[in-house]
């Protein structure tokens, strides 16, 4: 089976964060993303799903600390570090 990148682009913001994030994603792939959120030990904390060139806020409820964003469509995926401060 022959897979075709999706030109997938993410980007995080603000981060650091005292709050919450905001992760825009940017494809021009159609298949939907699955969204990870990962502690520093790389235990799952949450999953989303979102849509092609969406934005979606989270982390509310986070404490302060070192999170990883892993972020897969189709085959390509993209892993962004989020610090969340106090």
């Known amino acids: 089976m022959l897979f075709r ?11 650091p964060s005292s709050g919450y994030f905001n992760l825009e994603v940017n494809s021009d ?6 969204v990870r959120i990962l502690d520093a030990l ?3 904390l949450n999953a989303l ?3 092609p060139n969406e934005t979606i806020q ?5 404490k302060a600390g070192v ?3 892993e972020t897969r469509q189709g085959p390509d995926l993209k892993v962004k570090r ?5």
């Open 49 to 51: 799903d979102m849509n």
């Open 5 to 15: 990148s999706n030109n997938l682009d993410i980007t995080l913001f603000p981060n």
């Open 67 to 69: 999170y990883f964003i």
């Open 29 to 34: 792939g159609w298949q939907p993303i699955k």
């Open 82 to 86: 989020a610090i969340k401060l106090y």
């Open 58 to 62: 989270f982390g509310f409820g986070l």
């Open 42 to 44: 790389g235990r799952e």
